[in-house]
Structures are given as structure tokens and as C-alpha cells.
């Protein structure tokens, strides 16, 4: 295999193996922000992607698809048990995310993280050209940078945090908090979504470990110096705006508003079904305006699309309950032969019908309770060039730092969740439309090509102070 300048190294490949309903195995594009944003950054670079297809013990040779090398990590299922449903998605997701759901912690999930770390680790080491680059993503891979740097000194090494990183009050509990921190400090340049996670890690290296730091850098034991610093990723607003403009898919728009009895508005929710993602209170919200005659079904129907996720993790399958649960109630307390309450859709879509769902909504609710960045509320922006639209937003998302021009929302708050909904459905015309051209010129500014690029000048700005120092060193 030729050596590949620039390696990604993320949990998930941009591709999952999926067996469908017909038992036919088949790809299928990966859930989740981090591959909507880095997918169209792998198609500018000569690189390569070490991931796992998404299904247990599964032996692939390096493959392309869609013009990015792709080269698959295999787990077993019962490291998908431990690894990934374990201390990936039941330690870190819920403590990392202010222990909305309280965390597990095992030592043998930690001793598969790291097995399954050093796995990651060994195949970017292997598959890294002399002096090229490895970007290792997210959560899931803490320890990956530290092991890298161990396995090849030569390359420079990047690591960006997709998702939230907490107060040292809560990260404290992590019974391997000086490994995890460590992992991450044998990276060059460290990313954040938002300065208040760069704050967080910078405060917990110098509690824990006692290193000196200055501004956004750490300086280690070893004479390196680690840049720490929040990048807000974003999307590639391109497909969003062309497919927005296409005949057909506002035509389906206005066929999903008919579907639904031509209500007066129409709200959307867009998730995984995920407990940060305040869907619970959405729908509490949204059921007492009901209750209360404050809105009818005709005046506002909710639609909410809930990707499946994680569904063998309890904490999600809780969720699922409790989510149905609530919104059989009050689409039975509320809908009549022609409108529903909401319309619940436990299923993923092709972007073209996610765009004619963004286009036919009157109002989006993004009312996490806690979430890195938030993609769903700039693809809903994306798409708006009619800038018609009102954007329901948690202050608690990485996109609330950015997007100023949004009713913003604390979705603890059920009341004043509840006005805020009231006051975004009857929203005047001009009123929506400038708030709706600010947070456009926000988002098409800083779409994900400017994130990558000004990471990537980061990482490059630290490869030659690291060879300058080298050569310093040994002058
Ligand atoms: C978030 C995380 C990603 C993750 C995605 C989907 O966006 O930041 O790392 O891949 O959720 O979750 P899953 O567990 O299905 O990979």
C-alpha cells in the first residue's frame, strides 16, 4: 500500500456496512455530524481514512469509495460492547455532556478503549508517509494522539474534539483522567468547538498534571509545546443551497405540508435520538401549548425526525420509551381525522428530503441540552435563501456561541420554551427575514472548508515550530 501524506483517523469510516430489511449487505453514509463534516475535506486531499465499517468482526482490505481511501479498522462484538457502547458511549458521551445521564465506569471498558486505541493508533502509524500528517477525531480515540507520536515521531499529529468538554468539577469523576488527558496532549494542536472547551481542558492539564501553560499553549515535560484552541466547525453549505433551489424538492415541500392538511405552520425537529438533544422538552413544551388551547394542531404541527442511535445502550433505549411515550399521549389527547399533533419519524433520511423538510418548516427546534456544535441548525440556515424561517435555539449548543440572531432558549426553562415557540411561530415576514440574513452570512462565511482550512494552518504553523525547535536543539 503507497503511504498517505495526510491520514484521518476518526471511529467511524464515512461509510457503514448495513444489512437491509432483504438481508442484502450494502454502504450506507455513517450517522452523525462528524462525518457530514469532514467527508467533503477528504475529497480536496490525498489521503487515506482509518475507520471502522460499523459492524462487529469484519476483516476488510483498504478500499476506495467515492474517491477517498478508506482503510477499515475491524472490532469484535464484543469490543463494540465494551469500546463502543461501553466506555465510548456510556463513560465519556454522558460525562463529557455534564452527566445528563449519569456515567458508567468499568475497568475493563477502559482496558478495551485502550486495546482498541492502540489498534486505531497502529494503523495510522502504519499507513502515515515519512513527516506527513495524522488527524485523529473525537471521543471515542483519546489515546490515539499520545500513541502515535510513540509509534512514529516523525508526523505531525492533530486531534479535534467534536463534542463538548466539561468542568474539571465533572471531569474529576474520570477514574483515568490523567491517561485520557495525556492521550490527547501527545497531539501538536489540540481542537475545541467552542473556547469555553479549550478553557476546560487547558484548566484540567494544569490541575491534573501540573504542566505550565501559556495563552493556548501547554508546555510539556518532554520541551513540546501543544497548541490548545476552539476551531467551530461548520458544513459545506453547497449541496444545502443547490438542492434548496431545485423545482423538485420545493415541490416536495409543499406536497409534505399538504401531507400533513396544509397547517397554518410547521414545526421540525431534526436529531439522533440521543438524550442531550432536549427532545423530551421539546415535545413537553410544544404538548402544553397544546393542553393549554395556547396553539391548535390546525395553527402548528411538529414534526420530529429521530434518527435511530446507539439502541443498545440503556440510557437510549430509556429514552425511546419515554419519547414515544409522550408523544402517543398527545397525539391521542390532540389530533383529529385531518391534522396530527407531531408527526414522529424514528427513521434517517437522504439529504434531498431532509432539504424539502427544512424548506416546508416554519420553525426549527434545536433545544439541546448540552451539544458540541450543533450541525442540524446550520444546514436549517443553509437552506433558507428565501430567508423566511425562524431559528429555536439552546444556548447550550457550540452554534449558539455563533448564530446570534436565533430565539434563543434555555430547554430547562419549559415555559420559556413555550413563549419562545409562540413568539417564533408569529414572527413577522420581516422580522424573520433579518434575522435570517445575518446567520446566513454567518454560516456561508464560515462553512466547513474554512474550518479545515485554518485547523490544518494550525497544525502546519506547529510542524515547522517543531522542526525549527528540533533543528534548534540539535545545531
Ligand atoms: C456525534 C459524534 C460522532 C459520532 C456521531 C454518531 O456526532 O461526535 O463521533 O460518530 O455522533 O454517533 P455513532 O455512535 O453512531 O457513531
Redesign the pocket.
Known sequence: MVAAEFVVV???LPVDRVVTADGEEIWRT??????AALEPMMHTVDGAWVGWAGMPDLELAPFTADGIRLLPVPLSASEIQLY?EGF??DTIWPLYHDVIAPPQFHREWWDAYVTVNLRFAEAAATAVAKGGTVWV????LQLVPEMVRNLRPDVTIGYFH??PFPAHSLYAQLPWRDQVLRGLLGADVIGFQRTQDAANFIAAVKRRLGYETKAALVAMPDGRHVHVKAFPISIDTTPYRELARRPDIRARAAEIRAGLGNPKRILLGVD?LDYTKGIRHRIKAYGELLDQGRISVEDATFIQVASP??ERVDAYVHLRDEVELAIGRINGDHDTLGHTAIRYLHQGFPREEMVAMYLAADVMLVTALRD?MNLVAKEYVATRADNRGVLVLSEFTGASDELKQVVRVNPHDIEGMKDAIVVALEMPREEQARRMRSLRKRVLEHDVDAWSRSFLKALEHAAAHRHHTHEQEHA
Request: hydrophobic share 20%.
Open positions: 476518526a471511529n467511524r455513517s450517522p452523525g455530524g462528524l462525518v463502543y465510548s458511549n477525531h473525537d471521543y471515542q467534536h463534542i439522533r442511535s446507539r458540541g
